[in-house]
């Protein structure tokens, strides 16, 4: 079944919003000693007063530093100290490409690995598949883009 048009307009904002955060994406690289450390210290702020706000002890407070700094702290840990600190956190899971190039690339794999067989045995008899191969790659790659759902129904890599 083929997309709707509905659901290929969602995808095309999305894209355009992961664009704009791609672009800026510099701006959110996490400082050295995490976000929590940077912004109480620019505060003025000591990690005593972030414990009494949170209702936790200081040493908490150094831990949680830690866990940020080393990527393992918690969301809902962070967005506590977001807020304690006057602030909320700003979250996104953002693709390397946009989504239309995943689609694409993921396609024309999978088209690829269809007609592969064929361009396969027409080589084992010495035939040369050609671009007539190519073009048939190419319009299926195309046809699978139609209905992206299709495209991770196969289990491979």
Known sequence: MAERPVEVIARRQLDERLAAIRAASGLFDRPQRGWIATLRRALGMPQSR????????????????????????????????AEALGGRVIYAVVPNQPLQETLSRRALQLASRITG???????????????????????LAASLAESPSRLWLSPDE
């Open 50 to 81: 972030l414990a009494h706000q949170l209702q936790v002890s200081r040493q908490a407070i150094s831990q949680l530093e830690k866990r940020e700094a080393d990527g393992s702290i918690t969301l809902s840990a962070l967005e506590q100290a």
């Open 117 to 139: 067989s064929v361009r396969h045995t027409m080589r084992l008899e010495d035939q040369d598949p050609g671009s007539d191969l190519d073009r048939r790659t190419l319009d």
